[in-house]
């Protein structure tokens, strides 16, 4: 099983991003995918999750301009990211799990670079 991220890059503070996220070789939905992010200098953060019913969660700083979403027929994760700031700049990280932990496994993509520029 591997995650594989797309949809990085460089904008400008205001403007839009979407990343997607497909996970090669699931056999069946996972139970939870989110994206975590690093910015430099900084630790890995959660920005937001989504189960395989469709609960969201997420990151308060995100919160009103990030939307996760998922398809599970295409085992696929999207992250809609609006009104960007530079803040929002680092490594965009996918992540899943299988099923629930600690039953589970946890699964990480090589991660995805956005920078917002002001």
């Known amino acids: 099983v591997e995650l594989v991220e797309s949809g990085g890059g460089l904008e400008q503070a205001g403007e839009s991003l979407a990343l997607s996220c497909v996970v090669e070789?699931?056999?069946?939905?996972?139970?939870?995918m989110g994206w975590y992010r690093q910015a430099p200098g900084k630790q890995r953060e959660l920005v937001a999750t989504?189960?395989?019913?469709?609960?969201?969660k997420y990151l308060e700083a995100v919160k009103g301009r990030f939307t996760i979403s998922r398809d599970n027929a295409k085992h696929t994760a999207y992250l809609q990211m609006d009104s960007l700031k530079p803040e929002d700049t680092g490594v965009y990280f996918c992540?899943?799990?299988?099923?629930?932990?600690?039953?589970?496994?946890?699964?990480w993509g090589k991660g995805t670079l956005v920078a917002v520029s002001s």
């Open positions: 992540y899943g799990q299988n099923m629930v932990l600690p039953f589970g496994s946890e699964y």
């Open positions: 070789g699931a056999l069946y939905d996972f139970h939870l």
């Open positions: 989504i189960t395989a019913g469709g609960t969201t």
